[in-house]
T-cell receptor, first 114, second 117 residues
Framework: EAQVTQNPRYLITVTGKKLTVTCSQN?????MSWYRQDPGLGLRQIYY???????DKGDVPEGYKVSRKEKRNFPLILESPSPNQTSLYFC?????????????FGPGTRLTVL | GESVGLHLPTLSVQEGDNSIINCAYS??????FIWYKQESGKGPQFIID?????DKRQGQRVTVLLNKTVKHLSLQIAATQPGDSAVYFC????????????????FGSGTQLTVLP
């Protein structure tokens, strides 16, 4: 089944404790992206990657890191989480190309930073 | 600044009626727009898209209208069903800085659609 998977689905952590949220897709997509979703703000893009070893900042990259060592994986790293990073996080992937191309979203990771 | 917003945060309709969800945008350089549906506890799911050179596009039970003069986008759902209850987001694709293939979507805050029995 073609899908985007995220782990963990739920995480409660404390301020300053490094964490990684994994994202994997099995559709051989070049493009992958991370979003955070907060009430009243919709989804905001954190980072995106157009291919292996190619990453770029989205709208809200502060406090986050990403890596793209393999085509299928795009982990999101919080080196020193803070309470304002409490949010619902989504990973998405799509093929590259011009024009509208459907992005496939993962099921989400709900992160709480105490 | 750039923004994609929605006129109403919530919308309730009777089952079988048509639904209209509206969206305003301010970036006239966006080359296409997408509507997503997000059910509770799930990630957003693609519904339909429309290029900026089009005024209307139809899918199965859904129609998207684009009015570039007033920078307005709407999603019409025909014969709304209970399974249509969800949050609906419009999103615009800003043209990538480094490449036209980049997906830099700006999402609106969403409209919660509730279908009443």
């Amino acid at each position: 089944e073609a899908q985007v998977t995220q782990n963990p689905r739920y995480l409660i952590t404390v301020t300053g404790k490094k964490l990684t949220v994994t994202c994997s897709q099995n559709m051989n997509h070049e493009y992958m992206s991370w979003y955070r979703q907060d009430p009243g703000l919709g989804l905001r893009q954190i980072y995106y990657s157009m291919n292996v070893e190619v990453t770029d900042k989205g709208d809200v990259p502060e406090g986050y890191k990403v890596s793209r060592k393999e085509k299928r994986n795009f982990p999101l790293i919080l080196e020193s989480p803070s309470p304002n990073q409490t949010s619902l996080y989504f990973c998405a992937s799509s093929p590259l190309g011009q024009g509208p191309i459907e992005q496939f979203f993962g099921p989400g990771t709900r992160l709480t930073v105490l | 600044g750039e923004s994609v917003g929605l006129h109403l945060p919530t919308l309730s309709v009777q089952e079988g009626d048509n639904s209209i969800i509206n969206c305003a945008y301010s970036n006239s350089a966006s080359d296409y727009f997408i509507w997503y549906k997000q059910e509770s506890g799930k990630g957003p799911q693609f519904i339909i898209d429309i290029r900026s050179n089009m005024d209307k596009r139809q899918g199965q039970r859904v129609t998207v209208l684009l009015n570039k003069t007033v920078k307005h986008l709407s999603l019409q759902i025909a014969a709304t069903q209970p399974g249509d209850s969800a949050v609906y987001f419009c999103a615009e694709n800003r043209r990538g800085i480094s490449s036209g293939s980049a997906r830099q979507l700006t999402f609106g805050s969403g409209t919660q659609l509730t279908v009443l029995p």
